[in-house]
């Protein structure tokens, strides 16, 4: 069985009004179409083509899926590394997770773990701590309490809602400081660790005490077993009131491996080099499969500001932003708009907790094809390839 | 083009029609036979093939937040199917959005109902319901566990402005109807309950499960939403109260429809040592007094699955039996959920027993128009199990072959071995046809009169009904041929069926208001606008009544 996803775009760039400052082969402008045909043979000439790079529009993710089925290559995201150990402490283990939306209303008592999860999201933050819980009848009209472990002040909450304080707790120690709250709530021994004596104690009972507790932390901060133990805590928690978990992600990320799942069954990395997608975290890593040279060819999505710089020996073909850099081994470059400003974006939105579509907030005709509509004409380009060659045989 | 479907046996119990006939198809659509027969610039003939509408399927979990988490909790499954093509169980799950579109248009099914799509998870489930080719999809939102609701009920808010709130709810997450699940359960849950029947309160509100189901149920009715209230009751799968929850929800129907979820998963009694009994022909009675209601089945079949459910509460209880050992449970604001693993196993008195339940309620339900054919895919059973509860519908020599490979015991605890019924290939037409597109409103399909759409599957008569309904001989999609002898031929990209209903001014206006000062969330990433699916056409609108 091949894997043949969706055709993501339906709407075709046509070649009378096409522009020839938006794509170039080995730096000569081109039309749209000699860059979209030269970037398709490149990718199916190549043994293992790599797709890598920020995705940060689910239509470019769904569109670079196409394509990497189409031409049996590899499909990576740059910020996959970060949300690795989420996904296998996830899937290893469970959890019990909840909304922005609903902690807002309901968490009387709050668990901070580790590095501030909120730096870069304060609209995020705003959401949660701006108010006190006001429904649930063992919350409501409470003061939020929040505790912040592994920090000296309690910083950031100082500007919450409710009354906040700090554990200090070295990095290295916090996930040893979270097994041994877990042993103080099963009546296990323990040693008091990063903890003051009766500490530990302390915490355990006030998270039971909770009417509605979350534990947030900033997800790329620990390592598998690390959010697994925090996960952990929660789900016993649960035995005895109410406790949810909030990793809070950055990035894109996380919601294009949520299109990648869907779409192949797993999160990322994946590769369809054996027609059926394939998953393996280390196998595929673009990173390793450019460096060692067993990548062919790369195509690289830089939708970020000054990321259009290529480091592959591999011939590129890039979607940037930005110009591309002359004299690198870019083969086929185009010009892309900026998702959400020059076209719409779908994008995973941390306070919804689930995917948002933004509309351009600066929509211009003139502005460069998203990186969707490139990726979607490069997989019609192989689609038609891969259906004259088999009308052919 | 007008293509001629020559000498097939139609099954079309929507127009009388069960014989041999021609049946006739242009521009997608079915047409009324031309004056001369021979006009036609294509004829296909199907002469010894049995020809049906294709068939809807009213509820399966095949998009959304929880069956995508389903899919990154268990890589383990998806891997048997990716290194074992064609040979398993597994491998025949249906897991991606790929496989779901194909492996369902394989059976001669095309449409397909995702029930239960929370109102913030909307666009995350039509994204992926924009990635299933073939198949026509459709979406239920689900409300009964949200803030508003239960404060607008509480605070004695008019039926009209509910019923303005529910409009709002439907039209921006483009669904076709309304689900409730576990009524008031989930936000209990939140404040620490861990039991909720439908005369309980939920804890801050003071409003109880049955307020909130007649509310909705009401509010769906004076809308004019073709599909009634779509209700998951309380207690799901807790042997004694469960089958007392349906007994309560089916008598609250009260001279309006109501449609009941999975009900093989309520009809658990307490008899017997080990606590787990048959309550399946008291059920079945008292769905075939109550002309109310209608019922579909999850049933349950042997094998690892896993279940997908916005019941938070049942879910967390369910965590104990989770295998594998891990689950996942979200708390989100109104519904929440969880997804917990489970393997149902041939050797288990308990899973023997839901088994034999789910069959009872097929088989003693009398009209196959009020029993819809679902395993709650995949709660009960993936729905690439379909073609063997087509054999154990239709063939009580299959079934016997399975209750006598069942553990010792089980069966003098199910009346099924005593059941002699066989469904007819008519009432399988009822049942899986004509029914529920009347049932969701969707008088396109579901039949195959003049003006339905082309949807039409073909099969082989056999005695053995597994292979038959497994492997269509021929699916027309929209009047292209999509599969031969099993295999898909094509693929296109269906719609999803969306209600057309607008919301009230004066609601908009207020829910811009309540979302961002109650949630700090925007009312406008609720809304669901086609262009962020890039299909062609994504939408395909259902009236009202
Ligand atoms: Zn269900």
Redesign the interface.
Request: net charge negative; charged share 30%; glycine share 8%.
């Given at each position: 069985m091949t894997f043949r996803p969706a055709s993501v775009i339906c709407r075709l760039g046509t070649e009378s009004d096409d522009d020839l400052s938006t794509q170039w082969i080995d730096g000569r402008p081109v039309s749209t179409a000699e860059a979209v045909r030269a970037a398709a043979e490149h990718l199916a000439a190549s043994r293992l083509p790599v797709l890598t790079g920020d995705f940060n529009d689910i239509s470019a993710i769904r569109a670079g899926l196409r394509v990497a089925a189409l031409a049996g290559g590899v499909v990576d995201h740059e910020g996959l590394e970060a949300i690795r150990p989420a996904i296998e402490a996830i899937r290893d283990a469970g959890i019990v997770m909840g909304a922005p939306a609903e902690i807002r209303r309901r968490a009387d008592r709050v668990l901070v773990i580790g590095p501030d999860p909120f730096e870069g999201q304060d609209a995020l933050f705003e959401q949660i701590f701006a108010v006190a819980p006001d429904i649930g009848a063992r919350t409501k009209g409470k003061t939020r309490e929040i505790v912040w472990l592994g920090a000296s002040e309690p910083q950031r909450f100082a500007k919450a809602s409710g009354e906040a304080r700090s554990i200090g707790c070295p990095a290295a120690e916090l996930t040893e400081a979270v097994g041994i709250v877990r042993a103080a709530l099963a009546g296990r021994r323990f040693a008091d660790g990063p903890f003051e004596p009766g500490g530990a104690r302390a915490l355990a009972g006030w998270l039971v005490d909770a009417g509605f507790g979350a534990v947030v932390f900033k997800a790329d901060a620990f390592d598998a077993i690390g959010f697994e133990e925090i996960a952990g805590l929660v789900s016993d928690l649960n035995a005895r009131t109410r406790a949810t978990a909030l990793p809070v992600f950055a990035g894109s990320a996380f919601g294009s491996a949520q299109a990648a799942t869907w779409a192949t069954g797993f999160p990322m990395r994946v590769s369809f080099g054996r027609g059926a997608p394939d998953h393996d975290m280390e196998l595929f890593k673009a990173d390793r499969l450019i460096g060692s040279g067993e990548a062919e060819a790369v195509l690289l999505v830089a939708a970020g500001e000054g990321r259009a710089g290529v480091s592959s020996d591999a011939a590129t073909i890039l979607l940037s932003t930005e110009e591309p850099p002359a004299g690198s081994s870019v083969k086929v470059a185009f010009r892309i708009g900026r998702p959400g400003v020059d076209h719409d974006q779908v994008a995973l939105e941390p306070r919804f907790g689930s995917f948002v579509a933004h509309a351009a907030s600066a929509p211009d005709p003139d502005a460069p094809s998203s990186a969707a509509l490139i990726l979607s004409m490069i997989a019609d380009h192989l689609a038609e390839m891969a259906a004259e060659k088999g009308a052919a045989a | 083009m007008l293509t001629r479907l020559k000498g097939g046996h139609v099954v079309d119990p929507a127009n009388g029609v069960n014989g041999v006939t021609d049946l006739y198809m242009k521009d997608g659509q079915l047409v009324s036979a031309p004056t001369e027969p021979l006009s036609a610039d294509e004829a296909i003939d199907l002469s010894g093939h049995v020809v049906m509408a294709g068939a809807i399927d009213i509820h399966s979990h095949i998009?959304g937040?929880h069956?995508?988490t389903a899919?990154?909790?268990?890589?383990e499954w998806?891997?048997a199917?990716?290194s074992r093509?064609?040979e398993t169980a597994l491998s025949r799950v249906g897991?991606?959005?790929?496989e779901t579109g194909?492996r369902y248009a394989e059976m001669g099914f095309t449409t397909v109902v995702e029930p239960a799509m929370g109102p913030?998870?909307a666009?995350?489930a039509h994204?992926?319901l924009?990635?299933i080719?073939i198949i026509d999809k459709a979406t239920l939102v689900v409300l009964g566990n949200d803030?508003l609701l239960m404060s607008m009920i509480r605070d004695g808010e008019s039926e009209a402005a509910i019923a303005d709130y529910v409009a709002w709810t439907v039209a921006s997450s483009r669904a076709l109807g309304v689900k409730c699940i576990n009524a008031g359960g989930s936000a209990a849950?939140?404040?620490?309950v861990r039991a909720f029947s439908l005369d309980d309160q939920v804890?801050?509100y003071g409003v109880s499960s049955r307020q909130i189901v007649k509310t909705l149920q009401k509010a769906v009715h004076d809308l004019k939403i073709p599909h009634p209230l779509h209700v998951h009751c309380n207690n799901l799968g807790v042997p004694g109260a469960s089958s007392d929850a349906a007994e309560a929800t089916i008598a609250a129907s009260e001279g309006l429809p109501l449609h009941l979820a999975h009900i093989q998963f309520y009809g658990y009694g307490t008899e017997g040592k080990r606590g787990f009994s048959s309550e399946g022909r008291r059920l079945a009675a008292l769905i075939n007094a109550n002309p109310d209601v209608t019922v579909d089945i999850g049933q349950v079949m042997f094998g690892q699955t896993v279940t997908i459910s916005s019941d938070e509460l049942r879910q967390?209880a369910g965590r104990a039996q989770?295998s594998p050992k891990?689950?996942?449970?979200?708390?989100?604001?109104a519904n929440?959920g969880g997804v917990v693993p489970m393997d149902y196993k041939a050797t288990s008195f308990f899973n023997a027993l839901q088994w034999a339940i789910g069959l009872e309620l097929f088989l003693l339900i009398e009209d196959p128009s009020r029993v819809f054919f679902t395993t709650d895919h995949p709660n009960g059973a993936p729905f690439t199990t379909y073609p063997d509860i087509f054999a154990l519908l239709m063939d009580r020599e299959v079934r016997a072959r399975w209750i006598e490979a069942l553990p010792k015991g089980v069966a003098k605890w199910t009346s099924l071995p005593e059941i002699t019924r066989e469904y007819t290939l008519e009432e399988i037409a009822v049942m899986t046809r004509a029914s529920p597109a009347r049932l969701l409103g969707t008088s396109d399909r579901g039949h195959l009169g003049a003006g339905a759409t082309a949807d039409i599957s073909v099969y082989r008569p056999s005695d053995d009904k597994a292979e038959m309904f497994g492997k269509a001989a021929y699916v027309f999609k929209d009047g292209r041929l999509v599969v031969k002898n099993g295999s898909v031929v094509a693929?296109p990209?269906g719609r999803a069926l969306t209600l057309k209903t607008e919301a009230d001014k004066g609601m908009e206006a207020r829910l811009d208001r309540y979302f961002d000062e109650?949630?700090?969330?925007s009312a406008q990433?609720f809304k669901?606008?086609g262009?962020?699916l890039?299909?062609?056409t994504p939408f395909r609108e259902v009236s009202c009544l």
């Open positions: - | 998009a937040g069956v995508n899919r990154l909790l268990l890589p998806h891997r199917f990716s093509p064609g897991w991606t959005t790929e194909l913030q998870a666009l995350h994204l992926e924009a990635d080719p803030d849950f939140k404040d620490n804890p801050d967390f989770a891990k689950s996942i449970i979200f708390d989100h604001e929440g693929r990209y109650a949630y700090g969330l990433w669901v606008r262009e962020a890039g299909r062609e």
